[in-house]
């Protein structure tokens, strides 16, 4: 592969509300099994990009011990790898990264370092599949400055969380507004960008000397009329999960068969693997259009679920369309609905929860073994 990959993974959302403060939104456990920040690892090994660095920053911890054994995504190598920085303190500089421009540019002697012609920049909460070799080829014949992965949203979806573009008829990007009120295109940037990385040191440098720090602000917004910057579109699966509602509706897409299908077939995701035995489903338990991953007991019923690792389910409890994270204990007799339960929680016997008509974040950090 021609080009190194840059994974953006340091950011916080108050979007995802209580569920980042114990980890940064790469870091956010999917589909049972898995962690967001495997599905943009992942595709960067599936495209043999053999250098690759994460950038971290908010809440790292969690995200570290997951990416402390490279072997998982195929980066155990003596060329190249998997690399991980966070912000540093220098006898120039004791701030933490002020964007995602500036997060590259404290790093720039890796990009100098680095003999790759091309950078992919990615992001690491977004949950997609994708040949990146497709993108650079795209980026190479267009003859492009900047390459950015585009897709199409229902006209019914508010994007204004997103970058939403314009393209011209020859695929040219000509408008492109961070966040707006109001659009009028429902054609959205996905977080992906191809550029040479020569070019992407000069723009670093260059926004560094003028005090900027964002990169779609600072670069691809400001450079827009300057510099070829064209869109490639997806139209396969893609989701981001900076949002409590977001994050809840991804984990559900798995229940559906052609989305599990999708991300099954190879080239196949990738994660770090506990061994955990397999879910066990006790006399009394009834599970439909669920997923339970391993280390789970069930004793009672579960509906339009996704129960993470080590979720242990009392008797006479109904869970429904919740999503309960790793390692929570659920006493007797206890109502969950339209609920995320935090991981590591400890729901008392005899209790309530539901999130009416949106979605309640549930946290209970009950001492497990004083009930």
């Known amino acids: 592969m021609k080009a190194l990959g840059i994974i953006l993974a340091g950011g916080n959302s108050n979007r995802m509300r209580e569920l980042t ?27 043999h990009i053999q250098k690759v660095a994460v950038l971290t920053q908010y809440n790292a ?21 998997l690399y991980t920085f966070t ?122 000397e003028e005090g900027r720090s964002d990169f779609v602000n600072d670069i691809l917004i400001r450079y827009k009329n300057m510099k070829q910057i064209y869109g490639y579109k997806i139209d396969t699966y893609w989701s981001n999960i900076a949002s409590v509602q977001a994050y809840y509706e991804t984990n559900m897409a798995f229940l559906k068969p052609e989305v599990r299908r999708y991300f099954k077939e190879d080239p196949k995701i990738h994660s770090k693997i506990d061994d955990l035995p397999p879910a066990k489903y ?7 259009n669920s997923l339970i991953a391993s280390g789970c007991i069930i004793n009672s019923k579960v509906e339009n679920s996704v129960l993470f690792k080590k979720v242990f389910v009392g008797k006479n409890c109904v869970i429904k369309n919740s999503i309960i994270l790793n390692d929570v204990y659920i006493g007797d007799n206890t109502h969950i609905e339209n609920c995320i339960v935090e991981s590591r929680g400890t729901l008392k016997a005899n209790t309530y929860y539901s999130g009416g008509d949106g979605i309640k974040v549930v946290l209970e950090n009950n001492e497990r073994y004083s009930i």
């Open 87 to 208: 912000p540093t303190v220098t006898p120039d500089n004791s701030w933490w990264y002020q964007g995602t421009a500036d997060a590259m540019y404290q790093n720039i002697e890796f990009l100098r370092r680095c003999h790759e012609p091309y950078v992919i920049i990615a992001s690491g909460d977004c949950v997609y599949k994708l040949d990146y070799n497709k993108v650079l080829d795209y980026h190479i014949e267009k003859k492009a400055d900047v390459t950015v992965v585009c897709k199409d949203m229902p006209a019914d979806m508010d994007i204004s969380r997103f970058g939403v573009v314009k393209m011209n008829e020859d695929s040219r990007i000509i408008e492109f507004e961070e966040k707006p009120m109001v659009s009028r295109s429902n054609t959205i940037s996905t977080g992906i960008y191809v550029l040479r990385r020569r070019q992407l040191i000069e723009m670093l440098e260059r926004c560094h």
């Open 282 to 288: 006790n006399e009394g338990s009834e599970v439909r």
């Open 61 to 81: 911890r969690s995200l570290h011990e997951h990416l402390n054994s490279s072997k998982w995504w195929d980066f155990g190598r003596k060329q190249g790898g």
């Open 21 to 47: 403060t114990r980890r940064a939104i790469a870091a956010m456990p999917i589909h049972g099994s898995f962690r967001c920040i495997d599905f943009t690892l992942s595709n960067m090994a599936n495209s």
